[in-house]
């Protein structure tokens, strides 16, 4: 199993003020999440943007904050 990011929640009110972000999701003028990625050893979650084939980095949030993180759960046998 990979500990791939699938959806972060920043925000200590997950129901009603957390900002939630999902892979996938389109932001930012046509843009869309392409990647969500954990520095460990800094404690930083970062958010990866993507429009005509270019990515860039666009949010970066420390662990300073309440988050809450989603993992793809892929299983295989």
Known sequence: MSNKIRKI??????????????????????HTI???LSKETDGEYLI?????????????????MAIAVEFDLSYSE
């Open 9 to 30: 929640s920043i925000g200590s009110d997950y129901k009603n003020e957390a900002m939630h972000y999902s892979v996938g999701q389109e932001v930012y003028g046509g």
């Open 34 to 36: 392409c990647d969500i």
């Open 48 to 64: 990866y943007i993507k429009k005509n084939n270019e990515v860039l980095p666009w949010k970066k949030f420390n662990k300073n």
